[in-house]
Nanobody, 115 residues
């Protein structure tokens, strides 16, 4: 079993920044892709960004230039640096990890962008 715990969410004003973290623990041999998804009220969960174990990132088009995903393989942790936040970025952000073909999800962390 693999557990994912997100942290770093909160309330921020438009134009502000937040850094999310997600730490994986449990029986882990190797984590392949890790990523972030988000779900706003009344909307489907959508991709934010993913990153392979070798460091290759992939972003949803609307996130490019504002969000940066990174990971620390030694600590089984993935980060999401979010800059120039907008009210429409308000959502629950979920961490995701692919371990030996199985996909695991965290519980989510709330990000609210409001003045």
């Amino acid at each position: 079993q693999v557990q994912l715990v997100e942290s770093g969410g909160g309330l921020v004003q438009p134009g502000g920044s937040l850094r999310l973290s997600c730490a994986a623990s449990g029986t882990i041999f190797k984590i392949n892709a890790m990523g972030w998804y988000r779900q706003a009220p009344g909307k489907q969960r959508e991709l934010v960004a993913t990153i392979l174990s070798g460091g290759m990132p992939n972003y949803a088009n609307s996130m490019k230039g504002r969000f940066t995903i990174s990971r620390d393989n030694a600590k089984n942790t993935v980060f999401l640096q979010m800059n120039s936040l907008k009210p429409e970025d308000t959502a629950v952000y979920y961490c995701n990890a692919n371990v030996v073909g199985l996909t695991y999800w965290g519980q989510g962390t709330q990000v609210t962008v409001s003045s």
